[in-house]
């Protein structure tokens, strides 16, 4: 099992930079794929970005591309989310999750860290 934890949300203002953090422990050397998703108050929760660990190849949902940037570092076993050019509407929960394989589903879904952007 994969435990993850999430941090380094905030309130920013719109058009600013924010860093997310997720940090992986236990069967580290089952990941496949590793995800950063978002859920705003009655939606649902969608994928953003997303990186696979073999080769850090990524992909990024429309909205995000050219603002958000999926990293990782497989010493320190951590993701990051480099958020910039913020906008109200990525105010959300921010999550991450790890698939074991290509066919898997996400799971180890850890607390969450809240993002706000004011305008």
């Known amino acids: 099992q994969i435990q993850l934890v999430e941090s380094g949300g905030g309130l920013v203002q719109a058009g600013g930079s924010l860093k997310l953090s997720c940090a992986a422990s236990?069967?580290?050397?089952?990941?496949?794929?590793m995800g950063w998703f978002r859920q705003s108050p009655g939606k649902e929760r969608d994928l953003v970005a997303s990186?696979?660990?073999?080769?850090?190849?990524?992909y990024y949902v429309d909205s995000v591309k050219g603002r958000f940037t999926i990293s990782r570092d497989n010493v320190a076993n951590m993701v990051y989310l480099q958020m910039n050019n913020l906008r109200p509407e990525d105010t959300a929960a921010y999550y991450c999750?790890?698939?074991?394989?290509?066919?898997?589903?996400?799971?180890?879904w850890g607390q969450g860290t809240q993002v706000t952007v004011s305008s």
């Open positions: 999750a790890v698939r074991t394989t290509a066919a898997s589903p996400y799971s180890g």
């Open positions: 236990g069967r580290i050397y089952s990941m496949s794929r």
């Open positions: 990186i696979r660990w073999s080769d850090s190849s990524t």
